[in-house]
């Protein structure tokens, strides 16, 4: 599968299935500016377990921004088929 399959997959997802995925990139992406927010806290700080909190959320946001693309993409082509 080349990139431009991927681009025209995500042009043909289903309205609904577009706005779950965007409402989980905006829930993620919250995750991430709050994990990103505690990495500053530890910056002025020094703390560090605020360190791995950070690093630990961050991670965990960004794996949930790229879940929901590719579970968005595969569950459209489940209801598809």
Same mark, same amino acid.
């Given at each position: 599968?080349?990139?431009?399959?991927?681009?025209?997959?995500?042009?043909?997802?289903?309205?609904?299935?577009?706005? =779950?995925? !965007?409402?989980? &990139? *905006?829930?993620? /992406?919250? @995750?991430?500016?709050?994990?990103?927010?505690?990495?500053?806290?530890? #910056?002025?700080?020094?703390?560090?377990?605020?360190?791995? =909190?950070? !690093?630990?959320? &961050? *991670?965990?946001? /960004?794996? @949930?921004?790229?879940?929901?693309?590719?579970?968005?993409?595969?569950? #459209?082509?489940?209801?598809?088929?």
């Amino acid at each position: 599968m080349n990139f431009q399959e991927i681009i025209k997959n995500i042009k043909k997802l289903d309205k609904k299935i577009v706005t =779950i995925i !965007i409402n989980g &990139l *905006k829930v993620s /992406l919250i @995750f991430c500016l709050i994990a990103s927010f505690i990495l500053v806290t530890y #910056n002025t700080i020094g703390e560090p377990n605020t360190y791995y =909190i950070g !690093i630990s959320l &961050l *991670k965990s946001g /960004l794996f @949930f921004i790229v879940a929901f693309i590719i579970y968005g993409i595969a569950f #459209n082509k489940i209801i598809n088929e």
